[in-house]
């Protein structure tokens, strides 16, 4: 396999994931419903930040060794699993709070971390890049492949999640989600809690 086929085919099984429903998707999308586009793209930001640190991860072979070894693996299951559930309890308790209350329990400004910290969180991403890696990358890269992907793979998650912020934070999307923002937070923080769930039990 070539350098250059390696390059696309690894771009696009990332591109076919990062459009996956998932916890990064619900962050992003209820954040530019509550706060805006502005704090959703610096979500948005945050995530394409954590693709990269992934990539580089899987390039580096770290990705290969939590995969090969169960007590690393189960270690990051754990924090990741936790803070999911901290995001979908903080939800929950202020699903009723006006969207001038601190909804969430997170506060706008810290909307490029809270992304970077979300995609993070799941150690099962790890294994999806180790995987991805490990059956497309050819026997011998040439060079500019490992320099290329990583940026790249940022790129198309910040690309993904920017246009979720952007569609998410229209004029008829905040109006209905200033009407319904109770149910919507309730539906939103129990999403995340059962992905926080499945992914310390059944992950």
Known sequence: MSSQFAYLA???????????????????ARTSLAHGRKQGMKVALGMG???????LIAELGIGALVKSNPTIFLVFKI???LYLAYLGVMMLRHARETLGGNTNGVEPASGFFQGLRTQLSN???VIVYASIFAALMPRS????LFVALPPTIGLIESAWYLVVATLFATAKASSTYSKAKTTIDRVAGSVIILLAVSLAFLG
């Open 10 to 28: 690894i771009c696009l099984a990332m591109a076919t994931g990062a459009i996956s429903p998932g916890p990064s998707f619900v962050v992003v």
């Open 49 to 55: 930040l954590a693709g990269l640190a992934y990539a």
């Open 79 to 81: 924090i990741g699993s």
């Open 123 to 125: 150690p099962k991403t």
């Open 141 to 144: 890269p040439e060079p500019w």
